[in-house]
């Protein structure tokens, strides 16, 4: 896989398995065990201050502090833990079950399952689709499908493709058809209008020039298209008997799996505001399908959760923290 991951450390084998997993993850010092590897490799603890090469390790607040110049290092700043007050067992477990869940866990399940509260199992979850979903990617090249769904239903006795309504969104999305292998890698993103420039932009960011596109014949593709020299094939779907997924047999089967899981999983309860972290989490699980391990899945949302600091409660809500003093707020 040509995605930027933190490799972790050799000898960690992670879990597959849930008896794997409390076995490997006992207790808060095992995961910070994992995590002080990971951040400072096989040869240990460095002061970013002196240089120090010890330190004493205090659990209870996660850090290690330098024996030479006192200074202290979070083991979770940088990473969706930073901030958070909630063992990190209790992190590590709902990383393992946001992975393993094939369509997805809710954030009812989510609260549930570890005995939180909605509000943090609501921000948890958020905070791990934004991680998987900024990560680095690669573009979509060869013969690439594109297309665009709205989520919601599309409203009837409206003429052609109207732009965004107050309930209805718009997602585009693209997908490589491997000639014997079926589908390879898909891309997801929420748009405002289904225009040359929302659909342009889609397609400039996720698939490379060169490419082979399918569409059918929306006019908002050509110019895009033709800007990025595409071979465009496109196809007047008026013309095609049998129907459309016929024609776009992949992205077809992508969206209607996509509307399935946004119902089921998730109860039709998601915001147009958030769509685009759900289905970036949905892209994220489809191109990950194949793999034969859990244990490396759940490698690559926990190394790509510790890439970024993650966005708190209120940052995702767009309000203000009221527990935020107001000089820190300014
Ligand atoms: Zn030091």
């Known amino acids: 896989m040509s995605d930027d991951v933190i490799p972790l450390p050799r000898d960690d084998s992670l879990p597959g398995t849930l008896p794997e997993f409390t076995r490997k993850f006992s207790s808060d010092n095992a995961c910070a065990a994992l995590l002080r590897r990971?951040?400072?490799?096989?040869?240990?603890?460095?002061?970013?201050?002196?240089?120090?090469?010890?330190?004493?390790?205090?659990?209870?607040?996660?850090?290690?502090e330098c024996v030479s110049c006192h200074k202290q290092v979070s083991l979770t700043s940088g990473t969706v833990m930073h901030g958070s007050r909630k063992p990190l067992r209790l992190w590590f477990l709902a990383m393992f079950l946001f992975v393993v869940s094939k369509q997805g866990i809710s954030a009812m399940d989510l609260s549930r399952q570890l005995g939180i509260s909605y509000p943090t199992a609501w921000t948890w979850l958020h905070k791990l689709r934004a991680a998987v979903g900024t990560r680095a990617k690669t573009m979509l090249h060869g013969v690439v499908e594109a297309d665009e769904t709205w989520e919601g239903g599309v409203e009837r006795g409206l003429p052609g493709r109207p732009t965004v309504g107050k309930k209805k969104a718009l997602i585009a999305g693209a997908i490589e058809v491997k000639r014997k292998k079926g589908w390879g890698r898909l891309r997801l993103q929420s748009v405002e209008t289904a225009s040359?420039?929302?659909?342009?932009?889609?397609?400039h960011e996720n698939v490379a020039p060169g490419s082979t596109l399918l569409t059918d014949d929306w006019r908002s593709y050509r110019r895009p298209a033709k800007e990025a020299g595409y071979r465009h094939i496109a196809t007047n779907m008026k013309t095609v008997p049998e129907g459309a997924h016929t024609v776009l047999p992949g992205i077809h089967r992508v969206f209607a799996l996509l509307h399935r899981v946004l119902l089921t999983t998730h109860q039709g309860a998601v915001s147009r505001k958030h769509l685009q972290n759900y289905v970036e989490e949905f892209a994220f699980r489809f191109n990950r399908r194949s793999s034969a391990s859990r244990g490396l899945l759940f490698q690559r949302v926990l190394s790509a959760a510790v890439m970024r600091a993650a966005p708190c409660y209120w940052e995702i809500l767009g309000r203000p923290d009221p527990d935020t003093p107001l000089w820190m707020a300014a």
């Open 196 to 203: 040359a420039a929302s659909l342009g932009a889609f397609l």
């Open 38 to 64: 990971w951040k400072y490799g096989e040869e240990g603890f460095r002061c970013p201050r002196c240089g120090g090469r010890r330190a004493w390790f205090l659990p209870s607040r996660r850090l290690d």
